[in-house]
């Protein structure tokens, strides 16, 4: 039997939603680590691959907390695809932070901060809760705030802000059904 997108969209938003904020919270902690332990050179690398790596630490994780996105016996639901496509969207707005950091390779933080939150947006859209636009705006607001206010500290300040905002917003989705 075909499912209604609104129907389709109602499934999609009773999911936990936790394992992909876990695994930025995991990703953006051990990048905050690095930068306060090592060089920015380590660090550097440490924000591309942890960045590049949580969509992969995410599949692991929704096994232990009940998401298990590979299911292959789970309906297909187009809001998973909507979901990816936004994914996609955020790797894609590397463009943009790559030339940038060539420039200043202490944008970098800032940059992928940004840009990697902004999937956030349509998220909200889709499950019809403010969580997203929340986690969106004071990610990047916090971000930039960071970014000139304690410049030589943009390794460590902005991936713990970042991991506030995580922590922050796991609390909201794990108390959202409740409410």
């Known amino acids: 039997m075909k499912r209604t997108l609104e129907e389709q ?19 953006w902690s051990i990048i905050g680590v690095t930068g306060f332990f ?13 960045t590049g790596s949580i969509v992969y630490l995410g599949l692991f994780l929704s096994k232990f907390t009940g998401e298990n996105f590979l299911d292959k ?3 297909k639901n187009e809001f998973d695809t909507l979901f990816l496509f936004t994914a996609g969207q955020a790797i894609m707005v590397y463009s943009i932070a790559i030339p940038f950091f060539l420039i200043d390779y202490s ?11 902004l999937m956030w947006l349509p998220f909200s859209w889709i499950i019809k809760h403010w969580v997203g636009i929340f986690h969106t705006i ?8 960071l970014w000139y206010l304690v410049p030589e500290y ?5 991936p713990f802000s ?18």
């Open 162 to 179: 970042i991991v506030f905002i995580y922590i922050i917003t796991l609390l909201i989705l794990k108390t959202r059904k409740r409410n």
């Open 154 to 158: 943009r390794f460590i300040a902005i």
């Open 107 to 117: 944008s970098l933080p800032m940059t992928v901060g940004i840009l990697t939150g």
């Open 38 to 50: 090592f060089s920015d050179f380590i660090t550097v690398w440490t924000i591309f691959i942890g």
């Open 9 to 27: 969209r109602i499934e999609f938003s009773n999911q936990k939603f936790l394992a992909t904020p876990l695994a930025g919270l995991i990703v």
């Open 73 to 75: 016996n789970k309906p």
């Open 138 to 145: 004071i990610r990047t607001v916090l971000i930039v705030a």
